[in-house]
């Protein structure tokens, strides 16, 4: 379709929420309240690693207005979105510090937390398992019972006896001979630790658990109300349809509160309390040390390339700390199997990705779902393979992307429309003025201010990572006024996808954007099916679903209006709110007469109320094959490039970002205010990642920051002062199979930021870094040894 | 919250002094800032809350020509930012002023709340210590007066005894030639507690005095230091030297915030920055 | 434990200390209420007042997401006992429109799509809102000092900065 054809797609619009939000009358979780309803507050452990020997909530329950005190005896159920290993309340023995032992549901919270502080706890302490090197030894186990787990068979992979939750492979090509090829191999070894999602509005959910049956109502703010029901009734034993959950405006999710966290919990307590409802509103401190977190990583990588700099072969060993569990962290690690040495052509690769067990804060799902860390490595890796080769990282970039009729390395073929790394690459290397590295004489000239510039580039790539046969669907239905509601199960929860999908309803049914409202508060009672709010795939899923609504209301429409005009539907075009014949525009019937059925003069009716649903399943996606990964998991991929600009001060070790250039094979832009929106804070958010954030443990695996004290996200002071966003819209590599051309771009803007960053540092300072972040404090450090060493 | 206590505004200090008097160990409240996260992590239960806002005598906040700057113990970090004389004469005071958490906390936060809750890190001590503050203490005995270098006693830790009340805090007075510095580190460039934070302040006649926050238990004027500095001349190469030789004079300690290796450092280049600073400001 | 819808059910509340009148001014409303001594000016605003604008995103004075004006300044209102706001003229997020329409600058943070998830989006319009009232003329620093207090962590705060700029200069133009 021409631009100039289409009415909606690629117009900026404003969002939608935008006017409940500014006014304060948007209501989340947080703020809701419920008759009779009971408030919940939890025990946590403060051993990283302990036996239960007792616990004595006698003193608690003599408390007034308590009405419920549960422990993990009355809990005897586990939970899990791909790996079943988690207990709703530590049961026996805790595996992290924060770890739910015991919880409250009282009359307040004032109430709830002083019953909380009698309760006694008795543990003893078990040895502690810090790193994934130890984790790797096997001599303590965080999980006795792993191999006797409930997880997905033949996608995952546990390891009996030891603490790899899965050992996901990836086997193409000859290694070995790939090597030998090579004339010269590097070997590196990078790491990221643990971040926070810090979505503003903390985990909440009320539960009411009704006491005469096993229905359940859950109000939560998940990004993922179909999962939740789904995990809630699978956890419990109850059926799904006993399970009604509603999710209505949500304060960010990042991944965070995608799966299922604290809902099966809160209605264990509203159980407990006789059915009143229950409400669990994770304090900052919980959410930090509670609720899980992206997980830390090391990658081990070797690689191969000859003098020309293609490349041979890899070797690469992802490993991830997933901490106590990795219920949903196992499929982070699996992504590693197709995507895990970045938009490359490898001809020979054995990769390794291990989800490891350790007594931390456990891991999960977190914008980027786990190609933020690998591409740190990847990228790091790839700037160094080019530094050694006397390469200009750029051309070495240019040369090794993936292109059309190349393979990746889970052996899907590349089209043209499968997108194109190199023009992103081409596209922030000129918005940067990327000419090369800084020469020596450059570098000692700028010295003598006491700041360097650097520049630096990194590519990047994701595709959804979701069951091969993930679905999604949207229900249309008109109104008398010829008005149009649409209702989808995937969450709103910023990224604009209401907005995004009532252009899309607009753009098919040829009526203004006003006439249409995506319908708010997901109710999974009413609302249709959606797997998971996640993985970037919701424009492409969700917009082929109500594409194909779309499309069907008007069918609907045109086969009343034929009987009514007397011709066939195919002679029937729409527009303006009308349907009319294709040449006698004069027969037209408004929307609105059909809307609920067409009436005659005489009083006779045909037709009925428009109402259209249009699905999107995943089309010929694969699971990887066991041993060698290979296999299709990519339903649409999505390529991107950053191109870094700044200034670090020699002596403080302060990094500032002049500019971003971010560029993304985006296909089709269909709102971009909204894409700019997830741009702009994609990339702080992967700012946050490369130079503030990260999880510190004690010496027995204390969570050390658990609070904005000392866990910092950026604020508006430590941003660029430029971020330059580029969408290549190239009709030659658009998405033929999305909806206009459009990909997915949720998660994108944030991989392969810190890589970006490293690699202009690298640029600036000729010192290679190896951790994330890059805070003041490890890059002046850094360039004080490395002044020692000269 | 698990702490329940009653609230008393009290109009007078005397109002106050005699409910002190009465419970001891009533916990002052003032800006709140630090109050309100000790009460919400209970990691005090506190029965008596004293608001002393009221209380006339900890709202003066002027200056005189010779007598220098009071600022009592009701005013607000934002109100030092913005006052005119502390621009014209106490630079490194409202500099530290608006390094001190976010905008909306200095407008609730006080200047003797930061001293008074005595972190190592205090962001407004090391001007304090620089201007030869002395702290104005009512005591039910009568008013005392402390000069700033003898208030912190530790970590967390004053000379104030339960009971006693700070007023304010007097700055010694201060010409218009009177040039100071603040500096502070931190890991972003929001708000934040300082890995580090550095007062140099150089009198019209030349003489350096230099205070520093978050490399000892206390905040701590630097006198050794100063006296090294008074037998140097004030020429290009000061800044240098000062940067390695006030390592010597501070041990700061590894933390969640910063090793003790990144404190010396940065210590080193606050100095040095500091003292360039100075020298551009006030001749040599 | 209290038995299930016996009486004890919904009487007991907070401290049990004796409450404490308090009277305030809240969105230009004379307010006289009777609030527990420990309970914040957050909780009192949320809870009591049913203000939803108001969010708790930390609780201790580092996020901005409970930041209201309170005699024209923007303060954390989690960090303010109740009891503190005695004679205090409040606004709130609530506040900001008048007469059914949008302000200026609630019209420009929907414009720039300067909120994406909304949360924080009700303090950040208070820093801004006290922002414009002391400084109607404010640079791009000057903008960004006073919602440094303001954790968002969805638009990057470009577009933040932008509608506030936007919003200064629209005001001027009104104002004339």
């Known amino acids: 379709m021409r631009d100039q054809e289409l009415k909606h797609i690629g117009k900026p619009y404003n969002r939608k929420d935008g006017q409940e939000k500014v006014t304060g009358q948007a209501v989340y979780v947080h703020d809701m309240e419920l008759p009779g309803m009971l408030h919940a507050k939890c025990v946590h452990s403060p051993h990283a690693h302990a036996k239960i020997v007792s616990i004595d909530t006698s003193e608690a329950e003599k408390v007034p207005g308590v009405k419920a005190i549960v422990t993990g005896k009355d809990a005897p159920y586990r939970v899990g979105l791909y790996m079943v290993d988690k207990n709703l309340i530590a049961t026996d023995k805790v595996r992290y510090q924060g770890e739910i032992v015991a919880a409250v549901a009282a009359v307040d919270e004032t109430t709830a937390e002083r019953a909380v502080s009698l309760i006694k706890v008795d543990y003893e302490p078990l040895p502690i398992i810090h790193n994934v090197d130890e984790a790797l030894e096997g001599n303590i186990l965080v999980h006795e019972d792993l191999h006797t787990y409930e997880h997905m068979a033949g996608v995952f992979f546990p390891q009996k006896g030891t603490n790899i939750a899965s050992w996901n492979r990836t086997l193409k090509g000859d290694v070995k001979k790939g090597f030998e090829e090579a004339d010269f191999v590097l070997e590196d070894e990078f790491s990221v630790p643990a971040v926070a999602h810090v979505p503003m509005e903390t985990h909440v959910t009320i539960a009411k658990a009704d006491p005469y049956s096993d229905k359940v109502e859950i109000w939560s703010s998940g990004q993922s109300p179909f999962a939740i029901r789904q995990l809630l009734a699978k956890s419990l034993g109850i059926n799904k349809s006993d399970v009604h959950v509603t999710v209505p405006y949500i304060g960010g999710g990042f991944g965070g509160k995608a799966g299922i966290h604290l809902e099966p919990f809160v209605t264990i307590l509203s159980r407990a309390a006789k059915g009143r409802p229950v409400k669990l509103k994770a304090t900052r401190e919980e959410e930090f040390n509670l609720l899980p977190t992206r997980a830390g990583m090391r990658t081990r990588v070797k690689t191969g390339v000859k003098k020309d700099g293609s490349i041979t072969a890899m070797e690469i060993y992802h490993d991830w700390d997933s901490g106590a569990y990795a219920d949903y962290g196992v499929n982070v690690g699996k992504t590693a199997v197709y995507s895990g040495a970045g938009p490359y052509h490898v001809p020979n690769i054995e990769l390794h990705s291990r989800t490891i067990y350790t007594n931390k804060v456990f891991s999960t799902a977190y914008r980027g779902f786990g190609h933020l860390e690998t591409h740190w490595g990847i990228e790091r890796h790839m700037e160094r393979i080019a530094t050694e080769l006397g390469m200009d990282p750029f051309d070495f970039r240019m040369k090794n992307a993936l292109k059309p009729g190349d393979t990746t390395i889970s052996g899907e073929l590349v089209y043209k429309t499968t997108g194109s790394p190199t023009a992103c690459l081409e596209a922030v290397a000129k918005e940067i003025g990327w000419t090369g590295r800084k020469t020596e004489a450059e570098r000692a000239e700028e010295l003598k201010t006491g700041k360097i510039r650097g520049k630096g580039l990194a590519l990047l790539q994701k595709a959804p990572a979701m069951p091969s046969y993930t679905s999604t669907a949207a229900i249309m239905q008109m109104n008398e006024d010829g008005h149009v509601k649409v209702m989808i199960g995937a969450i709103d929860m910023g990224q604009g996808a209401n907005t995004v999908m009532a252009q899309i309803a607009a753009e098919e049914l ?72 294709v040449h006698h525009t004069h027969r037209q019937i408004p929307f609105k007469k059909l809307a609920m059925g067409y009436m005659y003069e005489n009083g006779n009716g045909i037709g009925g109320p428009v109402i259209a649903h249009g699905i999107y399943m995943a089309s010929g996606l694969t699971n990887p094959d066991p041993e060698t990964g290979q296999g299709r998991p990519g339903l649409v991929w999505t390529f991107g490039a950053h191109g870094v600009d700044l200034e670090v001060d020699v002596e403080t070790g302060e990094v500032h970002v002049l500019k971003i250039a971010s560029a993304f094979d985006i296909g089709k832009v269909i709102n971009k205010k909204l894409v700019d929106g997830q741009v702009l804070g994609g990339v702080i958010q992967g700012l946050g990642s490369a130079l503030i954030e990260g999880y510190k443990f004690s010496p027995d695996a204390k969570l050390l920051n658990p609070s904005f004290t000392d866990n910092k996200i950026p604020t508006a002071k430590d941003i660029p002062d430029q971020i330059v966003p580029i969408y290549i819209e190239d009709p030659e590599t658009a998405q033929v199979d999305g909806p206009y051309g459009a990909r997915g771009i949720g998660e994108h803007p944030m991989i392969s930021v810190p890589s970006a960053i ?33 | 919250m698990l702490s329940k206590f009653d609230y008393q505004r009290p109009k007078s200090l005397q109002e106050a002094l005699t409910f002190l008097g009465e419970y001891p160990e009533t916990k002052l409240l003032a800006g709140g800032t630090d109050l309100m996260v000790v009460l919400r992590r209970n990691m005090q239960i506190v029965d008596h809350v004293l608001d002393i806002k009221e209380i006339p005598e900890t709202k003066r906040f002027e200056y005189k020509p010779g007598e220098g700057l009071f600022i009592g113990a009701s005013v607000t970090v934002n109100q030092i930012s913005e006052s005119e004389p502390v621009k014209e004469r106490y630079m490194a005071l409202k500099q530290a002023a608006d390094s001190l958490a976010s905008y909306q906390l200095r407008n609730r936060a006080t200047l003797v709340g930061n001293i008074c809750n005595a972190s190592p890190g205090a962001d407004l001590a090391s001007p304090l210590l620089v201007f030869d503050a002395v702290v104005h203490i009512a005591t039910p005995q009568g008013n005392k007066e402390v000069p700033i270098q003898s208030f912190f006693t530790g970590v967390k830790r004053t000379v104030l005894n339960p009971g006693e009340i700070v007023i304010g805090v007097q700055l010694a007075d201060s010409e218009t030639e009177d040039h100071s510095v603040f500096l502070k580190q931190a890991r972003i460039k929001g708000h934040d507690l300082g890995i580090a934070g550095i007062t140099l302040r150089m009198t019209p006649s030349h003489k350096v005095s230099v205070a520093m926050s978050a490399v000892a238990p206390t905040p701590i004027r630097l006198v050794d230091l100063e006296k090294q500095i008074s037998e140097k001349s004030l020429d290009d190469t000061l800044p240098e030297w000062l940067e390695s030789e006030i390592k010597n004079h501070i041990k700061p300690i590894s933390d969640i915030r910063s090793s003790a290796d990144y404190r010396l450092h940065i210590s080193g280049v606050l100095a040095k920055k500091g003292m360039k600073k100075l020298l551009e400001m006030g001749g040599k | 434990m209290c038995n299930h819808n016996g009486d004890s059910c919904f009487t007991y509340k907070d401290s049990g200390l004796t409450k404490i009148e308090l009277n305030c001014v809240i969105n230009g409303d004379k307010v006289c209420e009777l609030v527990d001594p420990t309970m914040t000016l957050l909780n009192f605003l949320h809870n009591q007042m049913k203000l939803f604008g108001v969010k708790e995103g930390c609780g201790e004075g580092e996020c901005g997401a409970c930041t209201i004006m309170m005699n024209g300044k923007a303060v954390n209102s989690c960090m303010i006992l109740a009891v503190e706001a005695e004679g205090a003229d409040i606004v709130t997020v609530e506040g900001l429109a008048k007469d059914g329409e949008l302000s200026t600058l609630q019209k420009e943070f929907v414009e720039f799509d300067a909120l994406q998830c909304g949360f924080c989006t009700p303090g950040m319009l208070m820093s801004s809102r006290a922002l414009l009232d002391q400084n109607p003329n404010p640079t791009v620093e000057e903008v960004k000092e006073a919602i440094a207090g303001n954790f968002c962590r969805c638009t990057g705060y470009f577009p933040i900065v932008d509608a506030i700029l936007s919003a200064a200069k629209k005001e001027k133009e009104e104002s004339k």
């Open chain 1, 510 to 581: 040829k009526i203004p954007m006003d006439d249409v409202e995506v319908v708010w508060n997901v109710d999974t009672d009413k609302h249709p099916y959606d797997w998971n709010t996640v993985a970037s795939k919701y424009t492409f899923m969700g917009g082929n679903a109500v594409r194909k609504a779309a499309k069907n209301m008007i069918q609907q429409m045109k086969e009343v209006a034929a009987q009514v005009l007397r011709c066939h539907p195919d002679e029937l075009e729409h527009d303006n709110g009308v349907i009319y014949h």
């Open chain 1, 758 to 790: 490293g690699n202009a540092l690298y640029d600036a300072l000729e010192i290679d870094f190896y951790r994330l972040p890059l805070n003041p404090e490890s890059v002046a450090l850094a360039i004080a040894n490395a002044s020692k060493k000269q």
